[in-house]
Structure formats: structure tokens, C-alpha cells
């Protein structure tokens, strides 16, 4: 919902970036792949209870995913760079729930269960929808230019990084934003597949 707006603010500074970070040499996979390293140690740190360096690190691991499409529009985009781009955010999806289940199972386990469950039936109406729109030759920029089918929803990336932030800031409020996630993560799932079956059936 709020990815559209996030963009428009914040293109410019990542394009200035991108350009000093192509002028040296730097390679899109090279920034995903940093994306991730950096998305798997904030969520050792939540693990671990601190909270803050996970905060700093889903921060820089968030520049760093708007950074590589960034540079990739710079140097030439590739169909393996934006393939690696959505499996590698998957796993920093996963992980960062993982971290405060792990940290704290009593608490944390049921909620961060039921969030991953959520995670994982909205990025697979995502995909599915991706695939029979590229089926069907429908185009989208809604979301700029992407390497597949975006389809727009109540719970985007915008949405889920202000959620990762109040996680780490509010610890111990995980159960109530894990749920309350969960529930506008399916209410996306089910308005797609809403607007697969108008578009598709």
C-alpha cells in the first residue's frame, strides 16, 4: 500500500547512490547477495536479544534491496538478478520472524508461526499470480519497473519493514504485531486471489 509513495521518496537519493556504486565497479547480484548476509545477521541479533543492532542491520539490508535494482537499471538488467532479488527477500521475510521465535519461543512461537504461515501463502499467491499474468502478456508498473508481475496490496514491503522496525523497538509487544500482521498479510492473500478469480476464471 504504501510502497508507491516510499518509492517516490526515496528513488532519487538511491539513484544518486547507484550511480556512484556503478561508477565503481559494483555488480547488482553483489548488492542482493549483501542484502541478505546483512537480513541473516539482524536476525541472529534478534536471536540473541539485541534488538537495536537487528533494528541497524534490517535498515542496511533494506538499502541495500532498493540499492540493487537501483544499479541494475544502470548497468543492464539481468532475468537471474531479479529472479535472485524476490528469493533472497523471501528469505529475509522468513528469517526476521525466525529471530524473535528464537529468541524467545514461550512467548513468540505460536504468534511467529502463525505470521510465517501468513508469509508463506501471500508470497505464493504473489508468485502464482506473477506466472499466469506473464501467461496471460498483462504488464504492470504500478510498482516501477520489475522483473515480473507486481500485483499491489495492503501488505507490501513498505508495510513489512515499518513492522520488522516496531518489532525491534517493542520486543516484547512481538505476539500482538505478529498477529495483527498476519491478519492484514492474509486479507492481501485473499483479495488477490479475489482479483486472480475476476481475472483469470
Same mark, same amino acid.
Not at 553483489?30 to 534488538?51: D, K, N, P, R, W
Not at 505460536?110 to 501468513?118: D, H, K, P, Q, S
Not at 507490501?156 to 512481538?174: D, K, N
Given at each position: 500500500? %504504501?510502497?508507491?509513495?516510499?518509492?517516490?521518496?526515496?528513488?532519487?537519493?538511491?539513484?544518486?547512490?547507484?550511480?556512484? %556504486?556503478?561508477?565503481?565497479?559494483?555488480?547488482? +547480484?553483489?548488492?542482493?547477495?549483501?542484502?541478505l548476509v546483512?537480513?541473516?545477521?539482524?536476525?541472529?541479533?534478534?536471536?540473541?536479544?539485541?534488538?537495536?543492532?537487528? %533494528?541497524?542491520?534490517?535498515?542496511?539490508?533494506?538499502?541495500?534491496?532498493?540499492?540493487?535494482?537501483?544499479?541494475?537499471?544502470? +548497468?543492464?538488467?539481468?532475468?537471474?538478478?531479479?529472479?535472485?532479488?524476490?528469493?533472497?527477500?523471501?528469505?529475509?521475510?522468513?528469517?526476521?520472524p525466525l529471530?524473535?521465535?528464537?529468541?524467545?519461543?514461550?512467548?513468540?512461537?505460536?504468534?511467529?508461526?502463525?505470521?510465517?504461515?501468513?508469509?508463506?501463502? +501471500?508470497?505464493?499467491?504473489?508468485?502464482?499470480?506473477?506466472?499466469?499474468?506473464?501467461?496471460?502478456?498483462?504488464?504492470?508498473?504500478?510498482?516501477?519497473?520489475?522483473?515480473?508481475?507486481?500485483?499491489?496490496?495492503?501488505?507490501?514491503?513498505?508495510?513489512? %519493514?515499518?513492522?520488522?522496525?516496531?518489532?525491534?523497538?517493542?520486543?516484547?509487544?512481538?505476539?500482538?504485531?505478529?498477529?495483527?500482521?498476519?491478519?492484514?498479510?492474509?486479507?492481501?492473500?485473499?483479495?488477490?486471489?479475489?482479483?486472480?478469480?475476476?481475472?483469470?476464471?
Amino acid at each position: 500500500m %504504501l510502497d508507491g509513495w516510499a518509492h517516490r521518496k526515496i528513488d532519487p537519493g538511491l539513484s544518486a547512490m547507484a550511480t556512484q %556504486l556503478a561508477a565503481a565497479g559494483v555488480r547488482a +547480484n553483489s548488492i542482493t547477495y549483501a542484502g541478505l548476509v546483512l537480513g541473516l545477521a539482524a536476525a541472529a541479533a534478534i536471536a540473541f536479544g539485541a534488538y537495536w543492532a537487528g %533494528l541497524a542491520l534490517i535498515l542496511a539490508s533494506r538499502l541495500c534491496d532498493g540499492l540493487d535494482g537501483a544499479v541494475a537499471r544502470i +548497468n543492464g538488467k539481468t532475468d537471474f538478478g531479479g529472479y535472485l532479488d524476490i528469493v533472497l527477500d523471501f528469505a529475509f521475510y522468513g528469517a526476521v520472524p525466525l529471530g524473535f521465535i528464537i529468541a524467545d519461543p514461550e512467548a513468540n512461537a505460536i504468534a511467529g508461526g502463525v505470521l510465517l504461515l501468513a508469509f508463506y501463502v +501471500n508470497g505464493a499467491s504473489f508468485l502464482a499470480y506473477a506466472v499466469m499474468a506473464e501467461k496471460h502478456r498483462l504488464k504492470s508498473r504500478a510498482r516501477g519497473e520489475k522483473s515480473l508481475f507486481f500485483t499491489t496490496g495492503l501488505a507490501e514491503a513498505s508495510e513489512t %519493514l515499518a513492522v520488522f522496525v516496531a518489532m525491534c523497538l517493542f520486543p516484547q509487544w512481538f505476539a500482538i504485531f505478529a498477529y495483527a500482521f498476519a491478519l492484514i498479510t492474509l486479507y492481501t492473500t485473499v483479495s488477490r486471489i479475489v482479483l486472480a478469480a475476476g481475472r483469470f476464471g
